[in-house]
């Protein structure tokens, strides 16, 4: 149950929203379907700032269905051989932009572009906002428990 409306998960309470629920739905849908980037990659960016900010309610949310390896490996995706380049370089940036986005460094926005161009590179930090200021509205909003280690 959020504070803000009776809800027990996001979609019940942005369904509340009205004026703002239906259009932030159809933008955060809008992220699964970019051509500049694999649904996958982003998938694993936002369950990687789901771990981050320890959201058990994002870690479960399956938006795309990745290999179960992946699953289990994210939180030492660095050095698993379960992780492209490319994702690793998507990965890298989601870490930093959950802790400061001022933060990312040109090398690590060059990493991207090398995959996926500029273009990508910016769908790439647009998608990370979303992902990153849901998680924490659903902490905040009270929808989403602690994640324990294990995730």
């Keep these: 149950?959020?504070?803000?409306?009776?809800a027990s998960?996001?979609?019940?309470?942005?369904?509340?929203?009205?004026?703002?629920?239906?259009?932030?739905?159809?933008l955060y849908a809008s992220f699964w379907q970019l051509p500049q980037l694999?649904?996958?990659?982003l998938e694993l960016c936002r369950l990687r700032i789901a771990q981050l900010h320890k959201s058990e309610l994002d870690w479960q949310i399956q938006e795309v269905a990745?290999?179960?390896?992946?699953?289990?490996e994210l939180r030492?995706?660095?050095?698993?051989?379960?992780?492209?380049?490319?994702?690793?370089?998507?990965?890298?940036?989601?870490?930093?932009?959950?802790?400061?986005?001022?933060?990312?460094?040109?090398e690590q926005a060059d990493a991207v572009k090398a995959h996926y161009g500029e273009v990508g590179l910016v769908a790439l930090l647009q998608a990370l906002g979303v992902f990153d200021g849901m998680i924490r509205l659903g902490l905040l909003w009270g929808l989403a428990g602690t994640a324990g280690d294990d995730h």
């Excluded at 998960?9 to 703002?20: A, K, V």
């Excluded at 990745?66 to 289990?72: D, N």
């Excluded at 030492?76 to 986005?101: G, K, N, Y």
Aim: some cysteine; aromatic content about 6%.
């Design 1 to 6: 149950m959020s504070w803000i409306a009776p």
């Design 38 to 41: 694999p649904a996958t990659t």
């Design 9 to 26: 998960d996001r979609q019940e309470l942005m369904s509340q929203l009205p004026g703002i629920g239906d259009r932030f739905q159809a």
């Design 76 to 106: 030492r995706w660095p050095a698993s051989i379960h992780f492209s380049a490319a994702e690793r370089a998507c990965i890298a940036l989601a870490e930093v932009h959950a802790m400061d986005a001022r933060a990312i460094t040109d």
């Design 66 to 72: 990745l290999p179960q390896a992946q699953r289990e």
